[in-house]
């Protein structure tokens, strides 16, 4: 008997939901180049496109070790023609043509700077490029009106566009925490989105806010943003009310993935780590901001997202906010596809029962679902 050699052939379910993504990834170079791919379909307003990516790329973090040939990817879900051609070019010559050329082409070039600014989308972007704006000096000097949210992105680009680490986050989270607990006492501050999925580092930090008396939340976002404002740690803040009572949203019309609760974009003013004693202290805070002007200044700006749910929605919004994003898409796909069920961050619906089904925790949504359980750590798909 001839020993063959061994080929690791990789089995996986097609729902990134049925999958436990955790954070290490043995194909960082495959998945790096499908999710710029799918960043470039994106940002040129092909979401389609950029979910097959997406999916594609996710398939590939959840496989045990490194693909060395094309022949172990048979029977995988989600990889298609695409993904597949461009899988193969990477293992037989080391680099992709496509991710190379779109790397380096104008049009990629310029959507990354301008979508850099916070509250420029895909769409407006694109509008620039058309007339010839590709970096921020040009937009500068285009004598374009920028809405609000726009101009603090532009006043603070550099900040935000370098990564908020953990330690940052835990500092913000006191800063919410204090202002929610003087406002409404027993209210409830989790902090959710990538943190929340153990990332070491994130674009934002997020925050999901509640009561446990139901009705308590209700006009609890102005509230915190006066507080904050009146410390002085807030440079931008825009807020939502909840509209999701008189949205009508429900079983005849499937929700928007945009969900309703009253929530708040913000970019918070962080003191750096070794200013922190000097906040508490007006005095020597003066002192510490006049000596930045000869230094380094002693704060950078945060970008933070503030949502306020209803107690009995919380365990909907808490799922729904902790993402990922694709992983997210899955579970409503799930529920839609397989379940005739349809999921949101307020509520999951059972369109066979007729009825709304209760939950007090995501492991109540899981089972609902008929899904295993899967704790944050492993919803990084
Ligand atoms: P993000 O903050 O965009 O993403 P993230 O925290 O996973 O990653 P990053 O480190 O880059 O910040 O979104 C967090 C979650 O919030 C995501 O699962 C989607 C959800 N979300 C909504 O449910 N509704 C919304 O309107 C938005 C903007 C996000
Ligand atoms: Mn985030
Ligand atoms: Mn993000
Ligand atoms: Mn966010």
Redesign the pocket.
């Given at each position: 008997l001839v020993n063959k050699p061994e080929v690791v052939v990789f089995s996986v379910p097609s729902y990134a939901c049925q999958r436990r993504t955790t954070l290490e990834n043995q194909n960082t170079t495959l998945t790096d180049a499908l999710s710029l791919l799918a960043e470039n379909a994106e940002l040129s307003n092909e979401d389609g496109r950029g979910v097959a990516f997406r999916r594609a790329a996710a398939v590939l973090k959840v496989l045990p070790s490194a693909v060395q040939s094309m022949s172990q990817l048979t029977g995988l879900p989600c990889l298609g023609e695409h993904s597949l051609r461009v899988i193969k070019d990477i293992l037989e010559n080391g680099a992709s043509n496509e991710v190379e050329s779109t790397k380096k082409s104008e049009k990629y070039k310029a959507l990354k700077v301008l979508t850099g600014i916070f509250g420029v989308g895909a769409k407006t972007a694109a509008r620039w490029i058309r007339e010839g704006i590709h970096n921020l000096c040009q937009l500068r000097e285009s004598g374009h009106t920028l809405n609000r949210a726009q101009q603090a992105g532009l006043e603070h680009y550099d900040d935000i566009n370098q990564s908020v680490t953990k330690t940052e986050a835990e500092v913000i989270q006191e800063m919410v925490e204090k202002a929610v607990a003087s406002v409404l006492p027993g209210a409830q501050v989790v902090l959710?989105?990538?943190?929340r999925?153990g990332?070491m580092?994130?674009?934002?930090v997020?925050f999901l806010i509640t009561h446990p008396e139901e009705g308590r939340e209700v006009g609890l976002m102005p509230k915190v943003v006066s507080w904050l404002e009146a410390q002085d740690f807030l440079l931008y803040q825009k807020t939502t009310r909840n509209s999701y009572l008189e949205s009508k949203e429900g079983p005849g019309r499937p929700p928007s993935?945009?969900?309703r609760f009253e929530r708040c974009l913000s970019i918070f003013k962080l003191h750096s780590v070794e200013n922190q004693a000097a906040v508490q202290d007006v005095t020597k805070r003066v002192e510490g901001e006049q000596r930045s002007d000869e230094q380094t200044r002693p704060w950078r700006a945060v970008r933070v997202?503030l949502v306020v749910s209803p107690f009995s929605q919380f365990a909907f919004a808490l799922l729904?906010?902790?993402?990922?994003?694709l992983f997210?898409r899955e579970l409503r796909r799930w529920a839609g596809y397989e379940k005739a069920m349809c999921l949101s961050?307020h509520a999951l619906y059972d369109n066979k029962q007729r009825k709304y089904l209760r939950a007090s925790s995501e492991e109540d949504i899981f089972a609902h679902l008929g899904l295993e359980y899967i704790p944050p750590s492993e919803r990084n798909a």
């Open positions: 959710t989105g990538g943190f999925r990332k580092s994130g674009h934002d997020d993935n945009m969900d997202d729904g906010w902790t993402g990922s994003k997210e961050s």
